[in-house]
């Protein structure tokens, strides 16, 4: 039997949640994980470094007995610098979020004049503190990330130490971006990996499929899979595993986001096998991130094996991607 082995894995971009859903979901991704950067759209969201230190120690009261690190977002608003100096140790990014354009980001920034968020993104780059952006316009929904690069343009020259990440990115704007400017970097979800708008409403509609930012184009899939499968140095895996009731997913009005994080690494390895570059996956799921973010996880070793998998039909309530097909790809062994 085949296997692949994978070294401190990294999700550099989940939503775990909180209560109940978060004791059910973060075991999972703890299980195979040695760490996820946790985004900070709770209800209200995590803002304050009291929100951060709290919101850090339910999510290890969730996963008592495995070893998992998680790396903490601050919610982005224009904060000043005596602020940023007294989160800095507490967190590892700050996540911007347009308002209203996803999930639980009603208080997020309504303005992208350089000037105004100045003095925030200087201190954050005199403080070496990364920006993560959810980089959606509120434009035509095929659109809306394409149309968003003029900002990223504009925050990357402007600041040109600063660290920023593209989140999920879905295009292949994006991903000429990367060459463009030093200082952007990316995280790629593996759905983005597998998905085009087809998948997602050119049949039967798939709730389970439907996130933010929506799968695109082929072409678009292709410039992900060429830079993900050469695990480009700036970019790096994401699952943006953004668990809903199944109630809320199966409904009149469907909530964004795609369920990923207990079948992740079995459709990473998947895709990278497929294509011959098994050697280039620990890059994209763990190396990378470490460069970028400078981090140094505990160790983890994930042996996975090229056996069937059948994925779940549910998982305490939140549907997986892919529920009830059978995967190529299984965990064997963590250690
Ligand atoms: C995410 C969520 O549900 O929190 N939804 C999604 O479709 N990806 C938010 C986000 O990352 O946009
Ligand atoms: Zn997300």
């Known amino acids: 039997m085949k296997t692949h082995t994978l070294l401190m894995p990294l999700d550099m971009h989940l939503h775990l949640r909180d209560a109940v859903m978060l004791e059910n979901v973060a075991p ?4 195979s994980y040695s760490g996820a950067l946790v985004m900070p759209n709770l209800v209200p969201p995590v803002a304050t470094l009291d929100d951060v230190q709290a919101y ?5 009261a969730a996963v008592p007995n495995d070893y998992f690190e998680p790396y903490m977002t601050l ?18 990014a700050l996540k911007l979020y347009p308002a209203g354009i996803t999930t639980n980001s ?17 201190a954050m780059s005199d403080l070496g503190m990364p920006l993560c952006v959810h980089g959606e316009t509120d434009g035509f929904v095929m659109d809306r990330e394409a149309e968003f690069m003029s900002i990223y343009e504009n925050l990357a020259s402007s600041f040109p130490k600063l660290k920023i990440i593209m989140e999920h990115i879905t295009t292949k704007a994006a991903v000429e971006m990367l060459d463009k400017y030093e200082n952007l970097y990316a995280t790629i979800t593996v759905h ?13 509609m798939q709730p389970h499929l439907f996130c933010k930012p929506i799968a695109k184009r082929p072409e678009d899939l292709d410039a992900l899979l060429s830079v993900a499968l050469q695990a480009h140095p700036k970019v790096m895996f994401g699952s943006d595993s953004a668990p809903h009731p199944q109630h809320k997913k199966e409904s009149c009005g469907c909530a964004a986001g795609v369920f ?6 079995q459709l990473l390895c998947e895709i990278f096998d497929q294509y011959g570059k098994l050697d280039n996956l620990q890059a994209f799921v763990s190396d990378n991130a470490q460069n970028i973010y400078g981090i140094c996880p505990e160790f983890k070793e994930v ?33």
């Open 28 to 31: 999972l991704s703890a299980y």
């Open 56 to 60: 850090k120690q339910r999510i290890m």
């Open 75 to 92: 919610f982005y608003k224009n904060y000043d610098k005596a602020f940023l100096e007294s989160v800095v140790d507490d967190i590892l």
């Open 106 to 122: 009603e208080g997020g920034v309504s303005s992208f004049d350089i000037e105004e968020m100045r003095p925030t993104l200087q």
């Open 192 to 204: 983005h990996l597998l998905l085009t708008l087809d998948d997602v409403v050119g049949g039967m």
């Open 260 to 265: 990923s994080a207990p079948i992740s690494l």
């Open 303 to 335: 042996v996975l094996a090229q056996r069937p998998f059948v994925v779940p039909q549910n998982y305490s309530g939140v549907v997986p991607m892919y529920a009830g097909e059978t995967l190529n790809w299984a965990i064997e062994s963590v250690e």
